[in-house]
């Protein structure tokens, strides 16, 4: 079934970017922008022709499901924290469901998160519904590159994802998604799935010098990720999966983290107590995310902007290792901005996960139930792809076999 009326809850970054582009496609009917914050959702209906503008109480299912009369797909733009209640209101309302990530949730170990989504597969199939999860850029287009990469081979034995993110300006800004968002999942112990079991690290753990293709060697780190949960429940003969992350943002979080800075336990001082992790949060600059804010990070001119973005996988191929190495192109900062007038984080994130959408949009899911992306069967992959690449996001494949 073709998804014509959709209902975005979360007016923010990705799921303005989403409401954007779901107004450009013919087939879409109605677009309904739902957020606590009315006033955003007020921005998009009149930034849009098909967009409608609703407050909803993202806590509240029977809220949700009266707004969802008569929608096919929830897309839930929201943080982690209401996946289930949200997929919960997915079912009650009849509704497809997509969501960006799984994790983290305070509280919450990772794998978890992840299992608890899993747990409801069988309610969306038996309605008929599919629950696609975990549908931005990392996790989302990663996932779908290591499915390609990994049909490939006759076993695909490890699978490691690589970030190096060297986007810095002379203005400070540690990050350009949320301060808050990032130290937390940097401060977190990350999964890593190694010989047949899950293993939580220390954080910043297993510091390598990685050499990347046109960049040179970058240091990087264990981080918290989804692929890591999910790769080993749908890749068969993996014995390892792990995601590293390195940059001058995450060398910042490192050494605040050293000092106890990002700790969530209150430490007294001069008679009163604060919370290290609250105080930093409440210092950091906040992430640019409109043109003026934007503009101005940029105004006193960029320090570096180099990035790199790979999937790795190795296996075997007629009993010969084999090595496939996926770099992820797409736009810089500079360039999204000239463009776009976003970030390159928004861009990538919303452009990768409107293209999920899609795939709603125009019956391209022949599966029900919950799953992630790395199950999409191989003409969605490549309609996906397809899609991906005329935004001028394209993945340069390199295959080394017998591996050196």
């Not at 967009?51 to 806590?59: P, S």
């Not at 990350?190 to 050499?211: L, S, T």
Request: one cysteine or more; a negative charge; charged letters at 25%.
């Amino acid at each position: 079934m073709k998804c014509k009326n959709i209902l975005i809850i979360g007016a923010g970054a990705q799921g303005s970017m989403i409401a954007h582009r779901l107004d450009e496609e013919p087939t879409v009917n109605r677009i309904i922008c739902a957020d606590y914050n009315y006033n955003a959702a007020k921005n998009l209906e009149a930034s849009f022709q098909k967009v409608e503008a609703a407050k909803v109480d993202a806590k509240n299912i029977a809220e949700i499901v009266a707004l969802a009369d008569g929608m096919d797909l929830l897309v839930n733009a929201l943080p982690p924290d209401f996946n289930l209640t949200l997929m919960k209101a997915a079912l009650a309302g009849n509704l497809n469901y997509q969501d960006m990530a799984s994790g983290p949730i305070e509280g919450v170990a990772f794998i978890d998160t992840v299992k608890q989504q899993l747990s409801l597969d069988e309610e969306f199939k038996a309605k008929g519904l599919t629950a696609l999860i975990n549908t931005g850029s990392a996790p989302g287009l990663a996932n779908v590159i290591a499915r390609e990469a990994a049909e490939k081979m006759d076993s695909c034995e490890r699978l490691e994802i690589f970030f190096y993110d060297g986007v810095w300006t002379n203005k400070f800004i540690p990050f350009w998604w949320s301060p808050e968002t990032a130290f937390g999942d940097m401060a977190a112990e990350p999964i890593i799935f190694e010989e047949g079991e899950f293993k939580q690290v220390p954080p910043f753990a297993n510091p390598i010098e990685f050499d990347f293709k046109n960049l040179g060697k970058r240091r990087v780190v264990d981080h918290e990720h989804e692929e890591p949960v999910t790769f080993p429940l749908f890749f068969k003969d993996l014995k390892y999966a792990g995601l590293k992350y390195g940059g001058p943002a995450m060398e910042l979080a490192e050494n605040f983290y050293k000092m106890g800075l990002l700790s969530r336990e209150p430490v007294k001082i001069n008679g009163g107590s604060v919370v290290p992790f609250d105080l930093i949060c409440q210092l950091a600059p906040p992430a640019p995310a409109d043109e003026d804010s934007i503009t101005e990070a940029l105004s006193e001119g960029m320090i570096s902007e180099e990035g790199a973005f790979l999937v790795r996988a190795e296996g075997l191929k007629d009993d010969t290792p084999i090595r496939i190495d996926s770099y992820v192109n797409a736009p810089g900062l500079l360039e999204c901005f000239k463009k776009y007038k976003t970030t390159h984080e928004s861009f990538l994130t919303g452009q990768s996960a409107f293209l999920f959408t899609k795939l709603f949009v125009l019956d391209k899911l022949t599966d029900k139930g919950v799953y992630p992306p790395e199950v999409l069967i191989k003409s969605t992959r490549d309609f996906y792809l397809d899609e991906a690449s005329k935004l001028g996001i394209t993945v340069e494949e390199f295959i080394e076999t017998p591996v050196s």
